[in-house]
């Protein structure tokens, strides 16, 4: 069956559907730490630095498998390789809940980032061969959408479901609902008829080297790896630990409302973004010039979230998690300035360096707030106020490094998109 010949409601139940329900539950296990947090201080002792750590190796093994993941997706598709990961992805919850020190738990968070390893990169793929690549960034906004579901599935759903069953039942369940995911992707999801990867492995890595050394790959890359650092090291771990310890927020209930909070906020600024970035595109102002601006806006509240606490945190979250939503659409502009053959290895090489600076910039952040002593509830807030004062001024400047660098697309139609 051709991408023609499906209708807008067989695009939504048999493709979107599938890969959105993976991205749920892929927000969801990622943002668990930030409410969990408290118990695997409790029962496996872990310190700020061990909880970057642990929160980061899911991004590791996400990271390392990036290069192979593309060439897959770009030589099977992304039914076949997705389903599959999904078994890895429930092993690695059932090792979790079985855990009882960090390099356990360190293992299975990593098995578990490996099997979402291509919950965003399976998913453009599909986008792009069933939809236009004038939909691209709509349907990757509305995608990442599902994600903020996730993200606030992850917050007052699992503080409560925390009062029905033990930290170790919720992996056991997200085990099994990962496995149901599987199926469903196998079995709902076309086959396509987009170009695929053709030639020896060796041809096929050949083009991920001419990616990572693509000018205009360099252009966006800092700025968008330093700003996904910024943002998921916090909607995944950190926002729970600051409204703890800047935010003055003791109670568990009152922090899983603001991390509830922020992820709606985020929910909306996903789908948004998509909805946005095509209004003004024709009102002739490009994806590049709209998604820049908004993550300045977005740097500029991580700097009043460094430098200038609230008393009242909750606008300020809500702000970074709908502000935080909108850099995605970078994304689509990167896979749209090469080649659709390269789709895969496209997204894989864009998300390869994402997340090897989200391992070691979580890792850093944990580094950072550990320097000072733990006050009586937990960490300093100087602690916070470096590593977020940091972040802000590094993206600051990758801003500045992308509106300087002359790096154009190698395609034609991303000229469309771009500046």
Not at 256 to 265: E, G, K, M, N, V
Not at 273 to 279: C, H, K
């Amino acid at each position: 069956m051709t991408a023609k010949a499906q209708t807008a409601t067989a695009l939504f139940l048999r493709v979107f559907l599938p890969f959105a329900f993976v991205y749920f539950l892929s927000y969801i296990v990622r943002g668990v730490n930030a409410v969990i947090f408290p118990y695997l201080e409790r029962d496996v002792g872990v310190t700020a630095e061990d909880l970057g750590l642990l929160t980061s190796a899911f991004f590791l093994f996400f990271a390392a498998c990036q290069p192979m993941l593309g060439v897959a997706l770009d030589r099977y598709g992304p039914r076949r390789l997705q389903s599959t990961l999904m078994a890895v992805a429930a092993l690695g919850a059932i090792l979790f809940a079985l855990a009882t020190s960090l390099s356990g738990l360190v293992l299975a968070r990593g098995l578990i980032g490996l099997g979402f390893a291509g919950g965003l990169m399976a998913a453009m793929k599909a986008i792009t061969i069933w939809y236009p690549p004038r939909r691209w960034g709509l349907i990757t906004g509305f995608h990442m959408m599902a994600g903020g579901a996730g993200s606030m599935a992850a917050t007052v759903p699992v503080e409560w479901s925390l009062s029905v069953v033990t930290w170790q039942g919720l992996f056991f369940w997200l085990a099994g609902i990962s496995l149901f995911a599987g199926a469903w992707l196998f079995v709902a999801v076309p086959e396509g008829s987009a170009p695929t990867a053709s030639g020896t492995l060796r041809d096929q890595f050949r083009i991920t080297r001419v990616i990572l050394t693509d000018s205009y790959y360099w252009r966006i890359q800092p700025l968008l790896c330093l700003q996904q650092l910024t943002f998921i090291a916090s909607v995944s771990l950190w926002i729970g630990p600051w409204l703890r310890d800047v935010g003055g927020i003791a109670d568990k209930g009152g922090r899983a409302d603001i991390l509830l909070y922020t992820s709606a906020a985020m929910t909306l600024g996903f789908a948004a973004s998509g909805l946005v970035a095509d209004a003004l595109r024709r009102r002739g102002i490009s994806d590049l010039a709209s998604t820049n601006v908004v993550t300045l806006l977005f740097a500029l509240v991580v700097g009043w979230l460094a430098f200038l606490p609230p008393d009242h945190p909750t606008v300020a979250w809500m702000l970074f998690g709908f502000l935080g939503a909108y850099p995605i659409q970078y994304f689509p502009q990167l896979i749209a300035s090469f080649p659709g053959a390269y789709a895969g290895r496209v997204s894989t090489s864009v998300n390869l360096l994402v997340f090897v600076v989200i391992f070691f910039g979580q890792w850093a952040m944990g580094k950072v707030v550990g320097l000072w002593p733990q006050t009586a509830t937990g960490y300093a807030p100087d602690g916070y106020a470096w590593a977020f004062g940091s972040l802000f001024i590094l993206q600051l400047a990758a801003l500045l490094w992308l509106l300087l660098s002359p790096g154009r697309p190698m395609t034609s139609h991303a000229a469309a998109v771009a500046d």
